[in-house]
């Protein structure tokens, strides 16, 4: 089996397609869904210096996966529309689109759509600035559980932490060989 195709759409987090909860200015006020209004502070705005530690991220935990996940890939391209906007993705299994928000953990996921095989093909990662290191980190990393943390919500769009908790807790030593087959 060939492995997984990801693909990032970083429009949202870029501020190149609109977010009403990412916030871009101080003093933005944001209207949350039980009307309650918050105002953005310093701390709620990603820096270019995060963004790219991101981006860095993402690119180093792609690598990962595609080294580790093998998939049935998808014959047909993926199409996504957002804002009356239609995006055709080919040659990929999983979209990825990222995005900021100052609530929250780390990073948060969210599975959008899935295929004819059950798996997750467009799925959100929304990040929290207040989080978010100013360096792309690696698994080798050991400052912090930036690289861990965002490593996990991946695995938890691709439907693997059922997986991942009968091995850890099971068969701790099969994790690696299991996982490839879990697709």
């Known amino acids: 089996m060939p492995q997984i195709r990801i693909s990032v759409n970083y429009d949202m987090l870029e501020g190149k397609v609109y977010d009403p909860l ?5 003093g933005q006020k944001i209207k949350l869904d039980n009307n309650e209004i918050h105002i953005c ?3 709620d705005i990603l ?8 981006k860095g991220t993402m690119e180093n935990a792609i690598r ?4 580790t996940i093998k998939v049935q890939s ?3 391209p993926i199409k996504i529309v957002h804002d009356n906007i239609q995006q055709v993705y080919s040659d990929t299994d999983l979209i990825i689109v990222c995005t900021y928000q100052y609530v929250g953990c780390l990073a948060d996921e969210t599975s959008i759509a899935n295929d004819y095989y059950s798996r997750t093909i467009l799925a959100r990662i929304c990040f929290n600035p207040l989080y978010v ?5 690696d698994e080798s990393d050991d400052k912090n559980s930036f690289f861990t943390q965002f490593y996990m919500n991946l695995f938890i769009l691709l439907d693997f932490m059922w997986m991942i908790s009968i091995n850890i807790i099971h068969k701790e030593a099969q994790f690696h060989i299991r996982i490839l087959f879990v697709i």
């Open 22 to 26: 990412s916030c871009r200015s101080i």
């Open 64 to 67: 990962f996966l595609r080294n």
């Open 74 to 76: 998808r014959l047909d």
């Open 41 to 43: 502070e310093n701390k």
């Open 47 to 54: 820096t270019e210096k995060q963004l790219l530690a991101i």
């Open 133 to 137: 290191p100013d360096e792309a980190v």
